[in-house]
């Protein structure tokens, strides 16, 4: 990821068509958050639910 001057960072990645994709940021190696503007969420084996991104 690519750091901003506003304190937020980017990444671009290239992603196959007609798929899903779970993700989740794990923030300072301690502490998972969901991105909350996703398509849906799915419950996952660990604790808590993965954001979903349908390309």
């Keep these: 990821m690519t ?3 506003d304190g937020r960072f980017k990444a671009a990645v290239d992603l196959a068509k007609d798929s899903n994709y779970h993700i989740r940021y794990l923030i300072n190696d301690i502490e998972w958050r969901n991105n909350w503007d996703t398509d849906q969420y799915i419950p996952n084996p660990f604790s808590g639910d993965n954001s ?3 390309v």
């Design 52 to 54: 979903v991104i349908e």
């Design 3 to 5: 750091p901003l001057k």
